[in-house]
């Protein structure tokens, strides 16, 4: 099997990079910048708007996991660009290869798309991807986490100092980010069982957490049991965000584009839309995997 993989130097694109390596397939991935040579790995420099860099990381290739977007920003324009955009050169090239085989890692996001940019964009992708002639699945993953990532990261620093706020009232499913690639990679050889499917993954726990019991979570797995997860109401959220956009500029992390999708009460993944048993199961518990994911924040020197 050899693979086209876009965000392959992210935070999901690593940890999918890793599973096609320990998997032994052929991978060529698309890279802003250069990168340390791994066995079994092509780097092809270039970028989604870049049509000879596209044409070059799919030759040879059979099957397209494509990952890389933009998730977060303090300009919402930019999510058409590289969220919608980019999927649709992603989706010529492919064609144009006569790569048939293509795997669109979405949002849960993309199921309301009226209440931010991000999930709007996301939806739009979708639709081009379903529109093409291609044997596409897509994969709408929850809040992904694990080591490397630098957003629910946050929340796991904010646990250390003892309290963890999070959004009011709602549940939201999860998924530890080892599992997610395992079901990237474990979808591609599957095409008469998956193709022209949308799939929900989470970990364990179908009914998904209670924002409150996700916080205390995160504490316990920091070893700070006694932390606080208080609910923080709408308006404190858009204060929050603002205050992080004048503080940290583009590197924002609460944008007022993320607390519309935050005051959502349902981020829990749809049971008839989970990936089939015979093909995936998760492994990491929330427990487990969060605890996993601080103790990897610990040895990094991130806590």
């Known amino acids: 099997m050899s693979v086209a993989i876009t965000g392959a130097t992210g935070f999901v694109g690593s940890a999918v990079l890793e599973v096609a390596r320990h998997k032994r397939s052929e991978v060529r991935a698309l890279t802003r910048r250069p990168q340390t040579d791994q066995p079994g790995v092509t780097w092809v420099k270039g970028t989604l708007d870049d049509k000879s860099a596209l044409h070059e990381l799919m030759r040879g290739t059979n099957a397209v996991i494509h990952i890389a977007g933009l998730t977060n920003t303090p300009n919402p324009a930019r999510f058409e660009a590289a969220n919608v955009a980019g999927t649709a050169n992603m989706i010529a090239a492919a064609r144009a290869a006569g790569v048939r085989r293509f795997v669109f890692v979405s949002s849960l996001s993309a199921r309301e798309p009226e209440l931010s940019a991000y999930g709007a964009s996301k939806a739009r992708a979708e639709e081009l991807v379903k529109a093409s002639d291609l044997d596409w699945t897509i994969v709408r993953p929850p809040a992904v986490y694990g080591p490397r990532d630098a957003d629910m990261f946050e929340l796991f620093r904010a646990a250390k100092y003892g309290i963890v706020p999070v959004p009011p009232e709602g549940r ?6 080892e599992d997610l690639a395992r079901l990237l990679i474990a979808l591609i050889p599957y095409s008469h069982m998956v193709a022209g499917q949308v799939f929900e993954p989470w970990d364990d726990n179908a009914f998904g ?5 996700l916080g205390k979570m995160i504490a316990e797995a920091v070893g700070n049991p006694n932390a606080i997860a208080p609910k923080l109401p709408a308006g404190i959220l858009h204060l929050a965000a603002r205050a992080d956009q004048a503080i940290r500029g583009p590197m924002a992390k609460l944008t007022p584009d993320r607390v519309g999708y935050m005051l959502h009460p349902d981020w829990v993944c749809d049971m008839k839309k989970a990936p089939p048993i015979s093909l995936w ?12 994911t601080a103790e990897w924040y610990k040895a990094e020197g991130w806590l």
Do not use: F, N, P
């Open 172 to 177: 939201t499913s999860i998924i530890h980010v």
């Open 281 to 292: 199961q998760a492994v990491w518990s929330g427990e487990d995997g969060l605890k996993m």
């Open 209 to 213: 957490y209670e924002h409150s019991e």
